[in-house]
């Protein structure tokens, strides 16, 4: 069973940057479909980025549009995070996930979609 790794998370002002890490045990990363979510205390898990196996293919939630980036290494078994101008709504536990064993026609944006999780990092913005 592949796992996945967070790291990269933690406390910055408003207005700095975080670059996360997502590193995938196994040989078939470059198959898999890969997602960053968010979950705030007492919110429902949010989809922030999304990316298909090549990394031709990406989408991003309404909130972090124009400020976040997703990519991938294919080489390094690894899906990045680029975070730029974090504001404090931005606050929340980061997990990477991967779905895995399937072909999509569109980028799976539910989290039900994903069968592999990592155990999270927090990123925490302060005003």
């Known amino acids: 069973q592949a796992q996945l790794v967070e790291s990269g998370g933690g406390s910055v002002q408003a207005g700095g940057s975080l670059r996360l890490s997502c590193t995938a045990s196994g040989s078939t990363y470059s198959t898999y479909y890969m997602g960053w979510f968010r979950q705030a205390p007492g919110k429902e898990r949010e989809r922030v980025a999304l990316?298909?196996?090549?990394?031709?293919?990406?989408a991003y939630g309404n909130s972090v549009k124009g400020r976040f980036t997703i990519s991938r290494d294919n080489t390094k078994n690894t899906l990045y995070l680029q975070m730029n101008n974090l504001q404090p709504d931005d606050t929340a536990m980061y997990y990477c996930a991967a779905s895995t064993g399937r072909i999509w026609s569109a980028l799976p944006s539910r989290p039900e979609s994903y069968n592999l999780w990592g155990q999270g990092t927090q990123v925490t913005v302060s005003s």
């Open positions: 990316i298909g196996p090549s990394g031709g293919d990406t």
